[in-house]
């Protein structure tokens, strides 16, 4: 894999946006591969395909790429609110590519994000353009990727280090239970995931119950949310993301 973009494929070009599009896409499909299923090299979409830019032949996995200097933020700027929201709600909904480069035009970081750690929940929406703008009204939205599980963010390439790719797609492989999920349901299993991420990697019951407040304020008509986080432990232990040591006691497994 080179880290390096082809500066090359740039010089008939002036702006910057077109210039970064032109070398962040050409490096993907001369240097990405497939998550899931390990497959090179991944295709484009044709131009106007409203969220996805790459898909794989042999597993057919759909990606969108976002592309931006320097470190990747918590809030990433994304196109149409609705559009969005209703591709998330559909079958087939894309992966996401986060990819941050330096001054020299070198990958820094290239992680996806698989679409099964997606739920309406992280869209953020932004408020509808001026009335004197182009396209007055219009809605954008933002991902907040502070809401996706550090489990969620799978690293192809971290600070210029190219990660091992049977491991990446071990990562990606082991979530894809989240797939088989009810919206509702996984919006439960990534809410107490969540909760465990801010704990050590030995945790206990109790700890986790420390944030039923937080999830009784997000589920206002369930009056057992205890319960439903056992549950939601049981789910995770199930699927080999954490661990029962002992009576109230875990440990993770990532």
């Known amino acids: 894999m080179n880290l390096y973009f082809d500066q090359r494929l ?9 210039i970064i599009r032109v070398l962040s896409e050409t490096w993907v499909t001369e ?24 898909y794989c032949a042999h597993c057919n996995e759909q ?6 200097k320097a470190k990747l933020s918590n809030i990433v700027n994304d196109g149409a609110y609705k559009t969005m929201v209703e591709r998330i709600n559909s079958k087939d909904n894309p992966s996401f590519f986060f990819l941050t480069y330096s001054k020299a035009y070198a990958v820094n970081n290239f992680l996806i994000i698989p ?39 799978v690293f192809l390439v971290k600070d210029q280090k190219i990660i091992d790719k049977e491991s990446v797609t071990q990562q990606f492989q082991k979530t894809l239970f989240l797939r088989t999920q009810s919206i509702e349901s996984r919006g439960w299993t990534l809410d107490v995931w969540q909760c465990i991420d801010r704990l050590d990697a030995h945790f206990s019951l109790n700890q986790v119950y420390a944030s039923a407040d937080e999830l009784q304020l997000k589920y206002p008509e369930n009056n057992h949310v205890k319960d439903k986080i056992r549950q939601q432990l049981q789910v995770l232990r199930d699927k080999g993301i954490i661990e029962f ?10």
């Open 10 to 18: 740039a010089k008939n070009y002036h702006s910057k946006s077109q």
């Open 63 to 68: 990606y969108e790429l976002k592309s931006k």
């Open 31 to 54: 240097n990405g591969y497939c998550p899931n299923c390990s497959e090179q090299p991944l295709t484009e979409f044709a131009n106007g395909q409203p969220v996805a830019d790459f």
């Open 115 to 153: 679409k099964q750690f997606f739920t309406p929940d992280i869209i953020m929406k932004r408020k509808p353009l001026s009335v004197t703008a182009k396209r007055a009204g219009w809605v954008g939205c933002n991902i907040d990727l502070r809401k996706v599980p550090e489990s969620g963010k």
């Open 245 to 254: 040591v002992s009576r109230g006691r875990y440990r993770k497994l990532y």
